[in-house]
């Protein structure tokens, strides 16, 4: 079946705008994780998602960053005003089971740059 | 939180022979440890995984190894091979993942 799909694949934004990433999760997976990655490092968690309900935001690094996921299926991570150490890509990530921790699956990650 | 450390940075090995990366944690609440293969611009995958009641996995020519008490786990890959080679991160779970720093191995042929 379909993995984890993301979109855009890439996004250039003149800082100070605001972005908004697309995921759409492996269909029936309950959970739904965000995480950023840095050049040469792993995957940062930034937020945790069961069906519709946002359990865990503690990653998000400021409040400029807001996820939502309003039916439990495909999720949108908003930067507002963006800077240029919001450049990164951000990987979304699904999981079956509503009790974590379970496998996640990766989509192929949006590559954000802010110029 | 948890505070995942990941060694060697870097890797090279010959094709054929085997190769150890080596993950210590902090939480000792952590009870799922999965490592991540990414090849440049892809997605991680997942390619073994173990949970904290277990001792060891294996599945053909990767293994992984945790030891509880000393907070450490291993990945080990035998007969590598030049499509090993890629970034390998190895993750910690409580209550969310927690990822190393990665390795990057380079299998020469």
């Known amino acids: 079946g379909a993995g984890v799909s993301q979109s855009p694949r890439y996004k250039v934004a003149k800082r100070g705008q605001d972005v908004a990433l697309r995921c759409d999760p492996i269909?029936?997976?309950?959970?739904l994780f965000w995480y950023q990655q840095a050049l040469g490092q792993g995957p940062e968690f930034l937020t945790y998602?069961?069906?519709?309900?946002?359990?865990?935001k503690s990653g998000l690094p400021s409040d400029r960053f807001f996820a939502e996921r309003p039916e439990g299926s495909v999720s949108t991570l908003k930067i507002q005003r963006t800077q240029q150490e919001d450049s990164a890509v951000y990987l979304c990530?699904?999981?079956?089971?509503?009790?974590?921790?379970?496998?996640?699956?990766f989509g192929p990650g949006t590559r954000l740059t802010v110029l | 939180g948890e505070n995942v450390e990941q060694h060697p940075s870097t890797l090279s090995v010959q094709e054929g022979d085997s190769a150890v990366i080596k993950c210590t944690y902090s939480?000792?609440?952590?009870?799922?440890f999965p490592w991540y293969k990414q090849e440049l611009g892809k997605r991680p995958q997942l390619i073994i995984d173990?949970?904290?009641?277990?001792g060891e996995k294996k599945d053909q020519r990767i293994a992984v190894t945790l030891n509880k008490t000393a907070k450490h786990f291993s990945l080990h890959i035998t007969e590598t091979q030049p499509e090993d080679s890629a970034v390998y991160f190895c993750?910690?779970?409580?209550?969310?993942?927690?990822f190393g720093s990665g390795t990057k191995l380079n299998v020469k042929p």
């Open positions: 990530a699904s999981s079956l089971s509503p009790h974590p921790p379970d496998t996640q699956y």
């Open positions: 993750a910690a779970d409580s209550s969310k993942f927690y």
């Open positions: 269909s029936g997976h309950v959970s």
């Open positions: 173990i949970r904290s009641n277990v």
């Open positions: 939480d000792s609440a952590s009870n799922y």
């Open positions: 998602f069961q069906n519709e309900a946002q359990l865990d």
